[in-house]
T-cell receptor, first 115, second 116 residues
Framework: AQSVAQPEDQVNVAEGNPLTVKCTYS??????LFWYVQYPNRGLQFLLK??????LVKGSYGFEAEFNKSQTSFHLKKPSALVSDSALYFC?????????????FGRGTQLTVWP | DADVTQTPRNRITKTGKRIMLECSQT?????MYWYRQDPGLGLRLIYY???????NKGEISDGYSVSRQAQAKFSLSLESAIPNQTALYFC???????????????FGAGSRLTVL
């Protein structure tokens, strides 16, 4: 079975400080991993993905994520948070060997960056 | 215009009524999806379609049906709405495997449905 866990419902950080939003996954094979962001009253937007290669992936708006196979994690990071980063963040996984090609999403983490 | 357009954006209806949510896309993607979002539960897949002739059930398809009228159109129906179908519904599209766009979903803005 495939699943994603986002252990924190809420993350609060001061503007200018580094932020981390955690994600762990479970797949039977090798994973494709994704981060999406949802701003209020909007649909989800793609941030970044890990398919293969370098474990550190860089994405939109200065975000990056590191794939750690031994810890089955794909944490989202940003060196210096902005108030405008406040949003709901979703991690998603797909089993690379699956022919169904569908994503499994975590429950989401609400990030709040205060001034 | 948005790449993925959902109508209506908001709908309030009564238990037992039939409801259709529509989705159209200008991305030219073959794959289309319907997700449901509930607070604290994330996104759950209702149905997905890899082309016009291919419809697949997701993890929570009971009480829902879909129609893929064309490559660009994918509608979701609730034949007899019930209150626990109150949720935010998203349509999404993606490129097929393989390719750099595979599984990079483009989402619509959402349709908020309230069933009284």
């Amino acid at each position: 079975a495939q699943s994603v866990a986002q252990p924190e419902d809420q993350v609060n950080v001061a503007e200018g400080n580094p932020l981390t939003v955690k994600c762990t996954y479970s797949v039977s094979g090798n994973p494709y991993l994704f981060w999406y962001v949802q701003y209020p009253n909007r649909g989800l937007q793609f941030l970044l993905k890990y398919i293969t290669g370098d474990n550190l992936v860089k994405g939109s708006y200065g975000f990056e994520a590191e794939f750690n196979k031994s810890q089955t994690s794909f944490h989202l990071k940003k060196p210096s948070a902005l108030v405008s980063d406040s949003a709901l963040y979703f991690c998603a996984v797909r089993d690379r060997g699956s022919t169904l090609g569908r994503l499994y999403f975590g429950r989401g983490t609400q990030l709040t960056v205060w001034p | 215009d948005a790449d993925v357009t959902q109508t209506p954006r908001n709908r309030i209806t009564k238990t037992g009524k039939r409801i259709m949510l529509e989705c159209s896309q200008t991305k030219g993607h073959d794959r289309m999806y319907w997700y449901r979002q509930d607070p604290g539960l994330g996104l759950r897949l209702i149905y997905y379609s890899f082309d016009v002739k291919d419809i697949n059930k997701g993890e929570i398809s009971d009480g829902y049906s879909v129609s893929r009228q064309a490559q660009a159109k994918f509608s979701l129906s609730l034949e007899s709405a019930i209150p626990n179908q109150t949720a935010l519904y998203f349509c999404a599209t993606s490129d097929p495997d393989p390719g750099p766009g595979a599984n990079v979903l483009t989402f619509g803005a959402g349709s908020r449905l309230t069933v009284l």
